[in-house]
């Protein structure tokens, strides 16, 4: 049912710019949080931006200044603007979705399968 699909990854010279797309369905995606994490080989998975329903956004250290979440509510999908690359952003990215049931108040997260981007020296 539900589906996030990413797009936009690839190979990319440090001090180039990627923009990540990741197209959302069957959830109501203008009442969801949705957020975005990556992780390295052998490292653990990380948030990197996340931008909520209302429209706020928030940013890992370490990507302030250079990426930017963004979110068109008429096409269902979120984006990640990414620029001044760094071999270190080297990392599979998941495109998250987050909501909070209000009857029942539970939390629910869907994730993407994923986009390679490769940053090279």
């Known amino acids: 049912q539900v589906q996030l699909v990413e797009s936009g990854g690839g190979l990319v010279q440090a001090g180039g710019s990627l923009r990540l797309s990741c197209l959302a369905s069957?959830?109501?995606?203008?009442?969801?949080?949705m957020g975005w994490y990556r992780q390295a080989p052998g490292k653990q998975r990380e948030l990197v931006a996340t931008?909520?329903?209302?429209?706020?956004?928030n940013y890992v250290d370490s990507v302030k200044g250079r990426f930017t979440i963004s979110r068109d509510n008429a096409k269902n999908t979120v984006y990640l603007q990414m620029n001044s690359l760094k071999p270190e952003d080297t990392a599979v990215y998941y495109c998250n979705a987050h909501f909070i049931e209000p009857l029942v108040r539970t939390p629910m997260d869907y994730w993407g399968k994923g986009t390679l981007v490769t940053v090279s020296s």
């Open positions: 931008i909520t329903s209302g429209g706020r956004t």
């Open positions: 069957g959830i109501i995606f203008s009442i969801n949080d």
